[in-house]
């Protein structure tokens, strides 16, 4: 492991631990998940952790952590962290320093994160799917204001169109009425279970089976719980996952513009 993947595994262990403490029910998800199975710990050219809970476990978290975390360890949601443009949640190590080229601007917590995404049930009527999906678009692009990243020419100029009328500001309105959109449907009622908050479409709509209750497999020596079926799982997000990719493609998918693992990010955003 690298520096920053210790890190992220440190905050890991506190989450499981939290979790556990609670009696709530998580799952290791997307590259996470297919580190655990198929190198028993990170991809090695990974550079994130994700984990997800049901929609009515993610609210307990988000209710009862920060309560719990050791000093230093922030839960960060919309609610927390007004600027924070992001429909899921992420524990945030207030002593580093990660800053990501897309949110270099924002005036957020910018420590070394775990991202915890809420998985929401999705509706089965055509009329529904449609109506909920044009939504979750519109309100995505509204989002995606606050960032600075790489877009058409058609989203550059409606993105600067939103910044002129300062809905880059609103961001945690737009996150709230957003989630209330997606939890209207339960996880216990509905067939699919979908990590919105992932952004990669029909790739994040998986079988309720598929989660279950969970495998437990070894992350890096630590006991962690992975989608129950998740051959089936990680077939869908990524096709033949136990084949090795070309070497072009082992690299990792964030950027970040500082990297300090010893120094807070307050102080880079003072200076």
Not at 27 to 49: E, M, N, Q, R
Not at 146 to 160: H, P
Request: aromatic fraction near 12%.
């Amino acid at each position: 492991m690298n520096p920053l993947q210790q890190k992220e595994l440190e905050m890991l262990k506190i989450f499981v631990e939290l979790c556990d403490k609670l009696g709530l029910k998580y799952y290791l998800v997307c590259g996470s998940a297919l580190g655990a199975v198929k190198y028993g710990g990170f991809i090695p050219w990974d550079d994130d952790i994700d984990v997800a809970l049901t929609r009515e476990d993610y609210r307990v978290f988000c209710q009862e952590a920060q309560a719990l975390l050791p000093e230093g360890i922030f839960l960060q949601t919309h609610e927390t962290d007004p600027r924070y443009p992001w429909i899921s949640a992420k524990l945030r190590d207030s002593r580093t320093t990660y800053i990501e080229t897309p949110s270099r601007e924002m005036r957020i917590n910018h420590g070394v994160y775990l991202d915890v995404f809420p998985l929401d049930g999705y509706p089965t009527r055509s009329s529904e799917i449609r109506k909920l999906e044009i939504y979750k678009d519109y309100q995505k692009l509204l989002l995606l204001s606050a960032y600075r990243g790489t877009y058409s020419l058609k989203v550059r100029i409606l993105l600067n169109i939103f910044r002129f009328l300062g809905v880059h500001r609103r961001t945690a309105k737009i996150v709230s009425r957003l989630q209330k959109a997606l939890s209207a449907y339960s996880t216990e009622g509905s067939v699919l279970w979908c990590n919105h908050a992932n952004w990669q479409g029909k790739l994040e709509y998986a079988p309720r089976e598929h989660y279950g209750q969970g495998r437990m497999v070894k992350f890096e020596g630590l006991d962690v719980r992975v989608p129950e079926k998740y051959d089936e799982y990680l077939t869908q997000k990524y096709g033949d996952w136990r084949a090795d990719l070309p070497e072009e493609q082992k690299v990792g998918h964030h950027y970040y513009e500082i990297m300090d693992l010893e120094k807070s990010y307050i102080e880079y955003m003072q200076e």
